[in-house]
């Protein structure tokens, strides 16, 4: 099984930046590399959604419209750690960010079997 820590959030002026990590640890069936990774947000009072993902390969990335050209997502396997650099940020932004995996699907789904705990970010007008 998976573990994933989030880590990065915290409060930011409208137009800065924030990265968000997400650390993958436990013992698992697979490797790092063999997951599609993501992340998805909620804000207060709304629904989760979808935010971005990343091909186990890391040659492929999607977005939700919301946060194109603006937001960035990357990983690096090596440190078993995928990242989602906010650019540009808006109070809309403002959400709980939760990272999550799963094996070798593409694209990820809304119901992935691995999540993170989250991690809160908060952007201010």
């Known amino acids: 099984q998976l573990q994933l820590v989030e880590s990065g959030g915290g409060l930011v002026q409208a137009g800065g930046s924030l990265r968000l990590s997400c650390a993958v640890s436990g013992r698992t069936f697979s490797t790092f590399s063999s997951y599609t990774m993501g992340w998805f947000r909620q804000a207060p009072g709304k629904e989760r959604e979808f935010v971005a993902a990343?091909?186990?390969?890391?040659?492929?990335?999607d977005f939700t419209d919301s946060v194109k050209g603006r937001f960035t997502i990357f990983r690096d396997n090596a440190k078993r750690t995928v990242y989602l650099q906010m650019n540009s940020l808006k109070p809309e932004d403002t959400a709980v960010y939760y990272c999550a995996a799963e094996v070798t699907t593409w694209p990820l789904s809304n119901a992935p079997h691995y999540w993170g705990q989250g991690t809160q970010v908060t952007v201010s007008a």
């Open positions: 990343i091909i186990w390969t890391g040659g492929k990335a």
